[in-house]
């Protein structure tokens, strides 16, 4: 399988603070990786530098072996993006965004108008082409840059939090479609969020961004593994958070993180659960248990460490 | 080459999306000549402006200069504003490849949206008022609309560079554009200026582009200069203009994030 995105010690430096600080990374064609990370991790700043808007501080990107700084107009031929921001002309109706956006992309008429059929059918938008774009609702704009991007059919497709707004039946039809461009058309999807379960589903490989960081990269399943098979979700008494923590850490180690006086704590045994929970109930306002998902990796990686 | 023309079409779906805004222009634009330039024209006693050359005659060709400049400035400005705010320029840029494109395609649909106006304004005039176009060769001017089109496009692309806040767009669309006019000779001769305000009305592009079409058309030339300096000036200020607005654009591609 060949490379589809070799990312190389980037940094990027802004005035007032360093977005990314030298991550490195590769994509393999055919399959889809998620960049997960918190507001402000560098996600968005990664996604501009791929799609070659913004130029690194250091280091350096390619898709399929061109270099974003130096070849970036052989790089953007293979690429199309869904982007945070808008991007859409609002004078115009949806399907006249998605017409000119796939004729300037040099799809020919006949196909595009095809291709447009079939994704207005499977996202329920087909009724809604020919309003202009200023009257649609949040979600039906993210459905016209989906159908923008997803009618090129890229070689590279870089999403952008691509389904922020959608309700959870379309979020599923968008996820199957993006699943099956990258089966059938063997497409690289790259993609930012910030929605464990979005990237638990329909990745195969994710990574985490923390602060310009990338702390930690893997298949999912991996990633879930390594931090237990439960997790304790302990909403503490404020007064009581000390006594609560020593009394865990002492009990398990390194294997609890902190989101404001909530704490998770990471489990190697179901067993663990029963006689933490009677050492710890009376400083608690709730405890709860669950299986890890990548929501929890996310929480342990992200969330405040206060022990390891 | 292909990619260009479907931006350009793009371009003009979106401009004239809005087909009301664009009649009504026109219609305020004809309104004025058809009353105010008639008041106007009795207020001073009927008489003619220049010889043979009376005021209503003289207004018409200054008003549909007036519009192509308004029209192209607005369109040009409003486009390239809403692009930069939205990430489009960043998403056109991926998707065309070359920045040049952008420009090209951008430049090509502010002329001809220009272009239509000016035609849309004497197709008008020459239905309402057919006797007051009896004396003007309509090839030549047809063939100014479309010069003067691509030389006040030039401007507006260096405007449009400006407007990069909502404020900003504000002020160019609704002060510039009026102050550029009253301080040329597209209502009135520049005689009647106030001689302060003459060093702004012989540096203003619109000034040069309005007194060469009234010589051309009706033979009138309010400038001390002949028409070939009076060419000079003009191209001058297209060349520079173009030159600044190209530098101007690369860099609001550039610095657009998506």
Redesign the interface.
Known sequence: METAIKVEKLVKKYAQVIALKGISLEVQEGTIYGLLGPNGAGK?TT??IL????KPSAGTAYIHGFNVVTQP?KA??L???V??????????TGY?NIY??G????VPSSILRKRIDELAEALDMKRHLKR?VREYSGGMIRKIQIMQALVTRPKVLLL?EPTLTLDPVSRRIVWDLFRRLVLEEKTTIFMATHNTMEAEILCDKVGLLNCGLLVKEGAPNILKEQVGVGVLEIRVKEEYLNRVVSAISEYLGEKIARIRSTLYVFLDKEEYFEPLTAKIRDYCLEVIYRKVTLEEVFIKEVGRKIVG | MARVLTLVYRELCAAFSEKLRFFMRILVDVLYIVIGGVALQAMIGNRELFPGVNYIEYLVLGMIFHRIFADTMSETSISLFSDQRSGMLGLLLVTLEDPKYIIVGKFLSSAIIGIISGLMLLASLAIIMPCLLAKSNILALVTWIVFSSIIYTSFSMLLATIAVTPERLNLILNIFGNVVAFMSNVFYPLEYIPAIFWPVAYVNPMTYVVTLARFYILGVNELPWDSFSLIAIILIYTFVSIIISIKRIYKLIEETRL
Not at chain 1, 51 to 54: C, E, R
């Open positions: 968005t996604i501009n799609a070659t808007l913004l107009k953007r031929r690429i199309d993006i982007p945070q921001r808008l991007c859409l002309d609002l004078r115009l006249k000119f956006h004729r300037l992309k040099g202009r952008d």
